[in-house]
Nanobody, 122 residues
């Protein structure tokens, strides 16, 4: 079992920056691809960035060039640096992890989720 706890959310003005962290504990070696998702009120949950075990990354078009996902390699715990924030980035942000194994992609299902951290941009 894996536990994920997000932190770093808050309220910022448009153009500002925030850095989200995800603390992973438990059976960390069983995790594979990690990702950040977000969900705005009245909308579905959307993946904004993912990072694979080898460090390669993918981003949603809406955040490309503004957000950067990275990770603590030893803990396989991801960070999300968010720059040039826009009001449209306002959402609850979730850290998620897949089971480690062959054949997984960023669009594959995620097994573990954190409780979320709120980001509000005004």
């Amino acid at each position: 079992h894996v536990q994920l706890v997000e932190s770093g959310g808050g309220s910022v003005q448009a153009g500002g920056s925030l850095r989200l962290s995800c603390a992973a504990s438990g059976d960390i070696d069983s995790t594979g691809i990690m990702a950040w998702f977000r969900q705005a009120p009245g909308s579905g949950r959307v993946r904004v960035a993912c990072i694979r075990r080898d460090g390669s990354t993918d981003y949603a078009a809406s955040v490309y060039g503004r957000f950067t996902i990275s990770k603590d390699t030893a803990k396989n715990a991801p960070y999300l640096q968010m720059n040039s924030l826009k009001p449209a980035d306002t959402a609850m942000y979730y850290c998620a992890a897949q089971t480690r194994g062959p054949g997984f992609a960023c669009y594959s299902p995620y097994e573990w989720w954190g409780q979320g951290t709120q980001v509000t941009v005004s």
